[in-house]
């Protein structure tokens, strides 16, 4: 298996997770970290590959703006798991694979059903319930303990209608308990929390709550010599370190940078920095995403831009209120704009106060949105 040249390796951070999940006394974490910082990448390059050579088999799902229902994805995940071939293997056949039809296979019997994948929607079938239980029964047939990787779960508090397939998730894992595994991924503090912490939720209690951890200069350093031996040029690693920052220490901000010049050889990284923000800001839709508004709801997004950390406070109401050409708005019309913003994935509480999730937005919106 070829090395990805580009990936920075957390080894001692994945060597202490995964003793955590294995030999800890829980049977499940919950990795927190804002999009963009690389939770995927740290699941799918790092932590899966490390649990398969220790023996386990690995089992991944992601919930983030999938075209299927939740259960859906995870009945293809757990149906893919139980292939040959290693992780990385069955990973690349099961995006090449996912069709509309899906053939799922019965213990045993030499037998197959075939179901349609985008017919699933709503309230889950309880037939499909229990072949959801039966799948993670037989993935976890094995010596040692088979990890399921579930990222952005947070996704399942969204509907309702997912109510019935975490509680039938909570169940099949606690039945299993000596032999699976699971790490919950999530981007927003907020909706793992609605699963995890609130006292009514299937999860309560379940899993024990991580980080993970920013990437720094080690980060930039490996990817400033994965650039060198690509495009046979050094950049000054001043700069580097510079727009990292600038990019709110992204990984996948910075990326963005380095792609642009490798593209253009004849740049160097302070001119290319104007040009790749708004590249960014087209790529994420931030114009679209303004536009999509109510004048509240910017007004509120703009003083979250700002700085403005007491949005229930008699100064922040005014001048939301003033934005838009009223006296201070009452708290409850600015609580309502910010359970839009959150909604929308927009804003969230998750460094303690309310702030917009994506600081690069934030910056767009001070920059460029009037």
């Known amino acids: 298996m070829v090395a990805d040249p580009w990936h920075f390796k957390r080894g001692e951070f994945t060597s202490r997770v995964l003793t955590l999940l294995i030999d800890g006394p829980g049977q499940a974490l919950t990795l927190f970290a804002p999009r963009r910082t690389g939770k995927t990448e740290?699941?799918?390059k790092d932590l899966a590959p490390l649990a398969e050579k220790r023996g386990h088999r690995v089992v991944y799902a992601s919930f983030w703006q999938a075209p299927l229902s939740p259960q859906a994805v995870l009945l293809h995940a757990l149906e893919t798991s139980l292939q040959r071939g290693t992780f990385r293997d069955r990973m690349r056949s099961s995006a090449l694979a996912l069709a509309p039809k899906l053939k799922l296979s019965a213990p045993g019997a030499g037998m197959e059903a075939a179901i349609d994948l985008t017919a699933i929607r709503g309230r889950p079938p309880a037939d499909l319930l229990l072949r959801l239980d039966d799948l993670l029964d037989r993935v976890s047939r094995r010596r040692k303990e088979t990890i399921l990787l579930l990222d952005e779960v947070q996704e399942l508090a969204r509907s309702r209608d997912n109510a019935p397939l975490v509680a039938a998730l909570r169940t099949s894992l606690d039945k299993r308990s000596g032999r699976l595994r699971t790490v919950f991924t999530g981007s927003s503090r907020e909706g793992l929390a609605a699963m995890f912490s609130a006292r009514q939720a299937p999860f309560f209690h379940f899993a024990m709550p991580i980080e993970l951890p920013p990437l720094a200069e080690p980060f930039v350093d490996?990817?400033?010599?994965?650039?060198?031996?690509?495009?046979?040029?050094?950049?000054?690693?001043?700069d580097a370190l510079a727009a990292f920052e600038r990019l709110h220490a992204s990984p996948y901000f910075f990326r963005v940078l380095i792609e642009q010049l490798l593209h253009d050889a004849g740049l160097d990284i302070g001119p290319a920095l104007a040009g790749v923000r708004d590249r960014i800001a087209l790529d994420l839709g931030y114009p679209d995403t303004w536009l999509a508004l109510t004048a509240i709801q910017r007004?509120?997004?703009?003083?979250?831009?700002?700085?403005?950390?007491?949005?229930?406070?008699?100064?922040?109401?005014?001048?939301?209120?003033?934005?838009?050409?009223?006296?201070?708005?009452?708290?409850g019309r600015v609580q309502a704009a910010l359970r839009r913003l959150e909604r929308t994935g927009l804003a969230d509480t998750y460094t303690g106060r309310w702030a917009l999730v994506d600081p690069e937005f934030?910056?767009?919106?001070?920059?460029?949105?009037?």
Do not use: C, M, N, Y
């Open 222 to 238: 490996h990817i400033l010599a994965a650039f060198h031996k690509v495009a046979l040029r050094k950049l000054s690693r001043r």
């Open 42 to 44: 740290f699941l799918l």
């Open 299 to 331: 007004a509120t997004a703009r003083a979250l831009a700002g700085g403005a950390d007491q949005p229930f406070g008699q100064p922040f109401r005014r001048r939301v209120g003033g934005e838009i050409g009223e006296p201070a708005l009452s708290a």
């Open 362 to 370: 934030a910056a767009w919106i001070r920059e460029h949105a009037t």
